[in-house]
C-alpha cells in the first residue's frame, strides 16, 4: 500500500517559533503537495513539487516555504509562525503525467499557534 | 461563482438509504476526483474519473463530460460511510493544480 506519512499529528506553537511540518511517501512519485484546510473555506493549495528541488507557489504561499532535497520527502516551513497559521496542514503525493493521478494523503498535522 | 460546487452541503440518511452526492464543475477537466474524509482528518481517495463509470464495493461514481457534472452514489448505506466527501477536479490549463469543492458531510443514522 501507499503511504504518506505526516512527521506529528498535533503540534502547539508560539507566535514566532519556526515550525517544520515533514511528509514523507514510499511510492516514488513525482507530485507532491502541501494544504490547509480551514473549516467553510476546503483545502487550500499552499506549494506543490513536481521533482526534487522544484516548487511551485500554489493559491495561498505567503508566510510558508518549502524544501525537496529528496524524491520522497517534502517539508513545510513556517518561518514565524502566526495564529493565523492555526490549521489542519495535509500533505498529499501522486505520479504525474497529463494530469494528476490518484491522490494519496497523509492524516493530517493538525497546528496550533499561540 | 466557485469553479466546482458540491450539493447537498449536508446531508442525513437512515441506514440502508441509497445516497446521492453530486458535483458540478464549470471548466474543461482533464480528471475529477471522488475523496473521503472521516473524522480525525485522514483523506481517501475513493475514484478517479476522466469519463462513464466507476463502481468499488457499494459505491459508484458517474461523470458526464459534456454536462460538467459527476455523482457519487452510496447503495445499502451504514453509519460507517458518514464521513465529508470531497470532489476534485484537474482543470486542462491547470498541470497538476486540483480544485477543490467544500466537500459534503453525511451522516448516516441507525
Known amino acids: 500500500d501507499v503511504k504518506v506519512t505526516q512527521s506529528s499529528r498535533y503540534l502547539v506553537k508560539r507566535t514566532g517559533e519556526k515550525v517544520f511540518l515533514e511528509c514523507v511517501q514510499d511510492?516514488?512519485?513525482?507530485?507532491m503537495f502541501w494544504y490547509r484546510q480551514d473549516p467553510g473555506l476546503g483545502l487550500r493549495l499552499i506549494y506543490f513539487s513536481y521533482d526534487v528541488k522544484m516548487k511551485e507557489k500554489g493559491d495561498i504561499p505567503e508566510g510558508y516555504s518549502v524544501s525537496r532535497e529528496k524524491k520522497e520527502r517534502f517539508s513545510l516551513i513556517l518561518e514565524s509562525a502566526s495564529t493565523n497559521q492555526t490549521s489542519m496542514y495535509l500533505c498529499?503525493?501522486?505520479?504525474?503525467?497529463?494530469?494528476?493521478?490518484?491522490?494519496?494523503f497523509g492524516e493530517g498535522s493538525r497546528l496550533t499557534v499561540l | 461563482k466557485n469553479e466546482v460546487e458540491q450539493s447537498p452541503q449536508n446531508l442525513t440518511a437512515q441506514e440502508g438509504e441509497f445516497i446521492t452526492i453530486n458535483c458540478s464543475y464549470s471548466v474543461g477537466i482533464s480528471a475529477l476526483h471522488w475523496l473521503q474524509q472521516h473524522p480525525g482528518g485522514g483523506i481517501v481517495s475513493l475514484f478517479m474519473?476522466?469519463?462513464g463509470k466507476k463502481k468499488h464495493g457499494r459505491l459508484i461514481a458517474t461523470i458526464n463530460i459534456q454536462e460538467k457534472h459527476s455523482s457519487l452514489h452510496i447503495t445499502a448505506s451504514h453509519p460507517r460511510d458518514s464521513a465529508v466527501y470531497i470532489c476534485a477536479l484537474t482543470p486542462k490549463a491547470s498541470g497538476s493544480r486540483l480544485t477543490f469543492g467544500e466537500g459534503t458531510q453525511l451522516t448516516v443514522n441507525p
Open positions: 511510492m516514488d512519485h513525482e507530485n
Open positions: 498529499a503525493s501522486a505520479t504525474s503525467g497529463a494530469y494528476t493521478g490518484e491522490l494519496f
Open positions: 474519473l476522466s469519463s
